[in-house]
């Protein structure tokens, strides 16, 4: 027991967690944390980006690419009101971040203070975030403080990881007490939960059975970081692997066996293989609408035709969506280390499934024969597939992509093969416009040896431009791939095919002849000290790209792409209750 003030214990427990970094942005609620944490600047460093939302989208990819987590400071009121997208964001995609917010003194609850928000309660930010975090505290004492600290962090970290909110008074910052620091949290994965013997050996029995299986694997399998055992079981028992986008490079995506994206914007095999299985092991993935087609039969699943063994740490997930015939709640990588030892203890003597894979390989020769040749083709505005193509043959293996929203990242989750777990970071569940400008800083800070890309479209990136400064201030070399298709344009194409090719607030115009308009990327990167260049011919990209990723300075690149080339559908995606009728406007692909 010492005595010390509230203040200290927080930042004492971060440094004994190991917590390298706060992305915090102050006010006068959270002063008192800033000043313990200038005592500890040689253990914690602060990074002030210029709004709290790109302090969130930061921490969140920090944790995403080294499975280890980081704090956020805000202030009370609106300081912290600016998280809760990046919260919510963090949430639907099980990353983990501990939210620091600040809130008015406790002598003042209720008496509406400066920044108090108490319609319905007093110094009510608990009610405003707990929707989009695991779990809120508000220790409103100095006593209060430790063990608000490690459940924060246990909540955090154990089973499904998520964000959690610390929600801390002014005066307990200030305050002091006589307590005790608690002990480190155990990290992410120090617990892990099993399948019990029974459900394994059903497991192995269905899926030994099948004719034509297929996994299907999500953040799940990234998280609980079991690509070597997914990559054996997948050789071992010759089984295509269908990703959704956070499960990238799990299986390096140029296996053979990789079939990558499923959904409307997925792969032609990835849907065929999906509809057509008998038996699907999804681990760790949870059937959104973006990866189910909507849940439209026939599209990319066929439940229940098709057998389900369904594995899962959160019980929420088991048949959300489809009912499993084999329902497994269990840690991806406890599950797969038991299915494997399951299935050497049985060394299965397998049919080839050679009309499996044949069938597979046509289905993945008629859509390259069908996609290629646009690979090649050199254009001005630039063709979609080029810059794809591009980043693939610039970037090494271990390279970050920070995706953010929008057609632009339609084209990465189609074409995009990720060579290894936590290289392709996506704002998959929620869709939150800045999180790859913003989280690619975040990226490179988690991992400053490795090249680090956002690649951002024109309207994301004039969300969150200020990350320019940022990553000057820091000296964050991170390069910016600005998808410039002037516009909004993944919604531009639901108005176009929705609506009778009425369009109406998703295009950027200025003047009478509604001439598109964007700022100069490339000028406005220079006024903030970042290199830059704007690049309109196909033929100039890749040394483009080249020479930002070399420069290992913060470096902006304004590339203007075709915003009429949309990419191929080959599952569905509907919106209620507009009829499935192909409604986004764009060309379906079917084999020839
Ligand atoms: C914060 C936020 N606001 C709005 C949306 C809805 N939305 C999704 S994609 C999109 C357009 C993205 O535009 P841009 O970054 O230029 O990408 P493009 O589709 O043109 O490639 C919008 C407005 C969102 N997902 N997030
Ligand atoms: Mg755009």
Request: proline share 8%; hydrophobic share 45%; with cysteine.
């Amino acid at each position: 027991m010492s005595r010390m003030k509230g203040a200290e214990v927080i930042t004492e427990y971060l440094i004994k967690q190991k917590i390298p970094y706060v992305f915090g942005i102050c006010g006068h609620g959270n002063v008192g944390l800033l000043d313990a944490l200038y005592d500890a600047r040689e253990q914690i460093k602060l990074v002030s980006p210029r709004h709290e939302q790109v302090a969130a989208h930061m921490a969140d990819a920090y944790f995403r690419v080294r499975h280890e987590p980081v704090a956020t400071l805000t202030s009370c009121g609106p300081g912290s009101c600016n998280i809760i997208m990046p919260l919510a964001l963090a949430l639907s995609d099980s990353s983990a971040l501990l939210a620091i917010t600040a809130n008015v003194p406790t002598s003042q609850f209720n008496r509406s203070p400066f920044q108090e928000i108490n319609r319905h309660f007093q110094a009510d930010f608990p009610s405003i975030v707990r929707p989009v975090v695991k779990r809120s505290f508000q220790p409103t004492r100095v006593d209060m403080l430790p063990l608000a600290l490690r459940k924060a962090m246990a909540t955090m970290l154990a089973g499904r990881p998520g964000p959690v909110n610390l929600d801390v008074p002014f005066n307990v910052f200030q305050e002091e007490d006589d307590v005790e620091v608690p002990a480190a949290t155990p990290p992410l994965n120090a617990q892990r939960s099993g399948a019990a013997p029974e459900e394994i050996s059903a497991a192995a029995n269905l899926f030994l059975a099948a004719q034509r299986p297929v996994m299907f694997v999500g953040h799940g399998v990234t998280l609980s970081e079991a690509s070597e055992e997914l990559t054996k079981l997948a050789h071992q028992l010759h089984v295509p692997v269908i990703s959704s986008p956070n499960g990238f490079g799990c299986l390096d995506m140029t296996d053979p066996l990789s079939l990558g994206f499923i959904g409307r914007n997925g792969c032609y095999a990835a849907n065929e293989a999906g509809r057509r299985a008998d038996v699907v092991m999804a681990i760790g993935a949870r059937f959104d609408d973006r990866s189910a087609s909507s849940w439209l039969p026939g599209y990319s699943w066929n439940f229940p035709q098709t057998k389900l063994i369904h594995v899962d740490l959160d019980p929420a997930e088991l048949g959300r969506n489809y009912s499993p015939d084999l329902g497994i709640l269990a840690d991806a990588r406890t599950f797969l280390r038991q299915l494997l030892a399951e299935v050497e203890r049985r060394a299965p003597q397998r049919e080839a499934m050679t009309a499996w894979h044949e069938d597979i390989r046509k289905w993945q020769e008629s859509w390259d024969a069908f996609v290629k040749p646009n690979f090649e083709v050199h254009a001005s505005p630039i063709r979609p597939e080029r810059i794809v193509a591009d980043c693939q043959a610039v970037l090494p293996e271990d390279a970050i992509l920070a995706c953010d929203v929008g057609v632009n990242h339609n084209w990465y989750m189609q074409f995009w093969k990720a060579r290894r777990p936590q290289t392709m970071l996506n704002s998959w569940g929620f869709s939150g416009m800045g999180f790859g400008a913003a989280g690619a800083l975040g990226a490179k800070l988690a991992a400053p040896d490795r090249p680090c890309v956002a690649i951002a479209g024109d309207g994301c990136f004039a969300m969150v431009p200020h990350v320019l400064c940022t990553a000057v201030e820091y000296d964050i070399p991170v390069v910016w791939v600005i998808w410039n298709n002037f516009g909004w344009v993944s919604i531009r194409d639901i108005q176009l095919g929705m609506f009778q090719r009425r369009e109406l607030g998703t295009m950027f115009h200025s003047g009478a002849n509604k001439t598109p308009y964007n700022p100069d990327f490339a000028g406005w990167a220079r006024a903030s000290g970042v290199d830059a260049l704007t690049v309109k011919r196909s033929e100039d990209f890749k040394d483009a790209l080249e020479h930002a990723v070399k420069s290992n300075r913060p470096f902006l690149l304004d590339v203007h792409v075709d915003a009429e080339i949309r990419p191929p559908a080959t599952g569905a995606w509907q919106l209620p209750p507009t009829p499935y009728n192909e409604p986004v406007f764009g060309q379906r692909f079917l084999p020839t």
